[in-house]
């Protein structure tokens, strides 16, 4: 893995594209580097299989001109809150080093979502800490890294932001990122997954209500469509005029 400028977690494959995907096509294009870590391989999902999101998974992150795309293999809606599960995130980020990390909504309908988020920001914690050794691939001590900035998405439930980025120019793309996974979503011509049962997101309307909630997170701050996200911690701006 190499560093990375943002690291986006998710416990679920598809979790990025839907909830911040528009932020990271926005800072690729800015010349950002981002690299990629799922959690589980989303097994417990309605359509597909684990083997399809992998998949499904890879060509997204081609797509979305990602650096790497990792997954932890945890298991999907039985992962739990453990040394184990922190310690592997802590190896991925002091291996890429990421100055800023992505992760899942403090709460939301899912309930993986929740407690990813707790794992995933203690885990950016204990990275920083320097009794905690960890080893990278060749056997050799990584460095300790803690991120700058840990920084939640919003997902299903409609939370209220701290802050939303303007995503006006990339919500075409996000939306194609998410039909990258043909498995999940409303996409006509995928006529391997017809016959399988249909779930909260596989109807068109689930594309046309994402679309809706970021034209509504935008509206507020004068943008067409942006991503919101709520904080761990106060951010601090050194000038006034850097708010819109």
């Known amino acids: 893995m190499q560093k990375v400028d943002i690291l986006a977690i998710g416990v679920h494959p598809d979790d990025v594209e839907l909830s ?13 580097t981002v690299g990629l ?107 300790r890294w803690r991120p700058d900035a840990v920084y939640h998405y919003i997902q299903d439930r409609n939370l209220k932001p701290d802050f939303v980025v303007d995503i006006s120019d990339f919500i075409d793309k996000k939306v194609e990122l998410i039909l990258a996974y043909r498995s999940q979503f409303y996409l006509p011509d995928a006529e391997e997954y017809a016959e399988e049962l249909d779930s909260p997101i596989s109807g068109k309307d689930f594309l046309d209500f994402l679309k809706s909630k970021a034209a509504a997170y935008g509206r507020d701050a004068g943008f ?18 850097d708010l819109v």
Request: negative net charge; charged residues 25%; proline residues 3%.
């Open 20 to 32: 911040c995907s528009g932020t990271l096509l926005k800072h690729i294009a800015q010349g950002k």
């Open 37 to 143: 870590l799922d959690l589980t391989r989303g097994e417990l999902g309605t359509r597909g299989s684990a083997e399809i999101r992998d998949t499904e998974a890879a060509n997204a992150a081609e797509l979305m001109g990602a650096a790497f795309r990792v997954n932890l293999e945890m298991a999907d809606g039985f992962f739990q809150y453990t040394k184990e599960n922190i310690i592997r995130i802590a190896e991925v980020i002091r291996s890429c080093q990421p100055k800023i990390v992505l992760a899942n909504a403090v709460h939301d309908r899912h309930p993986d979502h929740g407690r990813a988020a707790k794992l995933i920001s203690d885990a950016c914690f204990f990275s920083g800490l320097q009794k905690i050794t960890t080893y990278d691939a060749q056997g050799q001590p990584h460095d």
């Open 224 to 241: 067409t469509f942006a991503e919101g996200f709520t904080v761990e911690r106060t951010p601090g701006v050194l000038d006034l005029f």
